[in-house]
């Protein structure tokens, strides 16, 4: 039975409304106009969700029906707010080139002359990168390789004299320093997930030494979700860049760890006692008495999805060279055939949420008395939920120069829930932007928050990930956890609290859709603050950039000095 959600406070509202004006008011400077900032309202993020959440859109899907829906809808939300094109060529769109793959996998494992036949989606989910009708894999060699990671500057090698061509490796999730005791505080980055973390660096590395296959072991502590959420995914169509150039698996798969646990004790070892080992900097690779054999039937498309791209112009002989990007995805899972009764997930939290937020901030942004001296982009972005595509293909392809791009506000799950007393900031402490954000917190009598589970990965699972790659500082805005009520109990995990008691329990479920009685408080807040936030960095003068320290610093470097290339 659903617990009673809190019902919408009209008077807390009208109040919020009210202090707006004051804030504004004391502020003078800090915070934009008052009438731009009181313009973003609840009853539009809802009109928004309401839309873009709609069993019409399909559950927006790249490549879908739900696609062409939704950018029809934020093309001509951006045009009736008056946005320019945010793409030179004149249109509101950038095309993104995809390849869509549906496998149908089998797997067998050999341990020590005893045949595993293992059940799809039940004892592992998995699927091929690759574009061809069928791939086949017999008697892989497993060989467990630890974390997958070699990282030179922490003196870090899982791959120590071992020749993994034609074999399938098993990998842990996270890096080594999350994996264990905090070994050292310089090593990797504490407790937050570094590249190395990512399946993505882990499969490429992979691909790189020549492995035909990897098998990661799930653990809901290390993922940040539950084991279930890979089935939702299982045996429907994945997406992929078209023009990625980095090498590919034939094969992936991911089991829950108690299955891991059972092979690797069949195989004659004890799982702790090698996760242990693989912890260590002197790990070396252990080859398992065992085999893996793979048959993937697969069919493949192209595709050919879109961010939506919208501009503000910087004003006249400022720095409207210069551009501040706010970003949140418009896509979500689509809808899946094979389930009983609702099929579709409409993603109103995940993430027509996010949408919402931008279109009433750029509706703000359009309420100013006057134009920004940096230049705005709006970007509503694709395949997301497919491993961060659209923002990966942007920032691979940037309409405008990355030595340019100021920062990336990124704007993903805001959800729906009482006033905090605090922002959460994802990214903060690694950029330069701290105190100006901590000021415009302190505006609107709030404080700015950091992720309180960065061994979680949020960081990773979101699209100003993909900006920070691409060395553009960047951030990530979520509600706090301290109500003030009470505090929200919050492990950072994507399954928020939307109030005290009521649990956001619909993450990638049918489930997730729009209520008419969520409270639309802390939305506003979010909206507002990042408004807030973006209206500073466009004013200013002052280039944000990494800290001294953060593993993006080193691509920052990179990208100023090699200056504009367009």
């Keep these: 039975m659903r617990p009673t959600r809190i ?27 008052p009438e731009a900032l009181r313009s973003i309202k609840d009853t539009e993020l809802r009109h928004h969700i309401q839309v873009l959440s709609s069993d019409a859109f399909e559950g927006r899907a790249p490549g879908t029906r739900g696609e062409e829906l939704s950018v029809r809808y934020l093309t001509e939300t951006f045009r009736q707010l008056g946005l320019a094109p945010g793409n030179p060529d004149g249109s509101y769109v950038q095309e993104v080139p995809l390849i869509g793959i549906t496998s149908q996998p089998q797997l067998h494992l050999e341990v020590k002359g005893q045949r595993l036949d ?21 008697d ?41 005791p905090r070994l050292d505080p310089a090593l990797f980055r504490g407790a937050i997930k570094t590249t190395y973390a ?3 660096y882990k499969r490429t590395l992979a691909a790189e030494k020549g492995a035909a296959a990897m098998i990661i072991v799930h653990e809901a502590a290390h993922a940040g979700w539950e084991f279930a959420l890979a089935r939702t995914d299982a045996g429907r169509e994945h997406l992929q860049l078209r023009d990625d150039p980095a090498p590919r698996l034939q094969f992936e798969a991911m089991m829950p760890i108690a299955h891991v646990r059972q092979l690797v004790r069949m195989a004659g070892h004890d799982f702790e006692t090698l996760r242990k080992r693989a912890q260590q900097r002197d790990f070396r690779p252990v080859a398992l008495d065992a085999t893996a054999s793979f048959d993937v039937i697969s069919t493949f498309r ?3 999805s879109h961010n939506v791209v919208a501009r503000i112009d910087g004003r006249e002989g400022a720095r409207s060279d210069e551009v501040i990007i706010y ?23 995940d993430n027509a949420s996010g949408v919402a937020a931008m279109l009433e901030i750029a509706k703000a942004w359009r309420r100013l008395p006057h134009p920004p001296a940096r230049s705005v982009l ?18 691979a392809n940037a309409l405008y120069p990355l030595s340019r791009t100021v920062v990336d506000l990124n704007l993903d799950v805001i959800g729906f829930w009482a006033t905090t007393r605090d922002i959460r900031v994802v990214g903060l402490a690694e950029t330069s932007m701290d ?7 302190a505006a609107l009598h709030r404080t700015v928050s950091p992720d309180p589970a960065p061994w979680e990965g949020a960081n990773q699972r979101q699209d100003a990930y993909a900006f920070a790659l691409g060395g553009v500082p960047s951030l990530y805005f979520a509600r706090g956890s301290q109500h003030l009520t009470g505090i929200i109990r919050d492990t950072g995990s994507p399954r928020e609290r939307m109030s005290p008691g009521v649990p956001y329990d619909d993450y990638h479920q049918v489930d997730d859709t729009i209520k008419h009685d969520w409270n639309y408080e802390g939305a506003v807040d979010v909206t507002r603050f990042a408004f807030a936030v973006g209206y500073r960095l466009a004013e200013s003068e002052a280039f944000p950039d990494w800290l001294r320290g953060s593993e993006y610093k080193a691509r920052r470097d990179a990208v100023m000095a090699a200056g504009p290339t367009h």
């Design 118 to 138: 293992l059940v799809p989606t039940q004892d592992f989910v998995g699927s091929s990168a690759l574009p061809q009708p069928r791939v086949v894999v017999q």
């Design 435 to 441: 105190p100006l954000l901590r000021t415009v917190a």
């Design 198 to 200: 990512s399946n993505r």
């Design 140 to 180: 892989s060699p497993l060989v467990f390789v630890g974390y997958g990671v070699v990282a030179p500057e922490f003196g870090w090698d899982d791959y120590k004299d071992v020749d993994v061509h034609g074999k399938t490796v098993v990998v842990l999730m996270n890096d080594p320093q999350l994996g264990g």
């Design 302 to 304: 192209d595709v050919v």
């Design 378 to 395: 709006f970007m509503a972005t694709t395949a997301e939920e497919q491993g961060l595509l659209g923002a990966r293909h942007y920032v």
């Design 7 to 33: 019902r919408l406070r009209l008077a807390g509202l009208a109040a919020a409304l009210v202090a707006v004006s004051v804030l504004a008011a004391d502020n003078a400077g800090v915070l934009p106009d």
């Design 327 to 349: 970003t949140a995805h418009w896509d979500h899972l689509g809808r899946d055939p094979r389930l009983a009764g609702d099929q579709i997930y409409n993603g109103a939290v």
